[in-house]
């Protein structure tokens, strides 16, 4: 058995996606994807937020986000939805998440935790941010029309000075602890965002091929997003 082997079997990683998936569509899904493609990552987890603390209340309930969560990854074997944000009262913090999946899947475990280069350049304002790193790695991935991560003055000074610490040059370090790195992955960039979808949906426009069909059958017969957006 070659050495990396035996790192990975010691920290299997997996990876959890947090979002309000209002509504998930095929930018979450091909990120997630070529993440276990080229990462090493066991499995994702899609973790639908409750009540988000620095963005305004979605547009969909938290049943209806759950469940196109669900719709849309229940073809693929290493996608699992988790729900405890949905179900967890009041607002929601990804630390808290982040102390449950610890204390749930061991100290033998590398917790990578998925995020965009946009919530990543304002980690600062989340709740106990500096702590997510004795919990888990953080995996920044590219958001289309937004700075990036490579020119490290795009970084405010206390992000900037634990990226400069925490960077990780290939994801195989990921494995050789189970917290504490900062990942930067190179992953597609589909134009596709979920206020896009939201506002073609309110005009009445076709919003097909930017989600999954069963995902857009959801949308239709729950008449969700048809509102002023």
Known sequence: MLAGEEVIDKFPLVGIYGGTFDPIHYGHLRIAEELLDFTGLKRMIFVPSGAPRLRA???????HRAAMVQLAIQDNNRFALDEREINRPGIS????SLREYRCELGENTALCFVLGIDAFIKIDQWSEWRMLFNL???IVVGRP???SIDDEKNLPAAIRKEYSVRHAEDADDLA???SGCIYTARTSLLEISASHIRSLISAGKSIRYLLPESVSEYIKSNRLYTGNL
């Open 145 to 147: 029309g937004f700075v």
């Open 176 to 178: 050789r602890q189970p």
């Open 93 to 96: 913090t990804t630390v808290q």
């Open 136 to 138: 888990c790695h953080l």
């Open 57 to 63: 209340a979605p547009a969909a309930s938290r049943g």
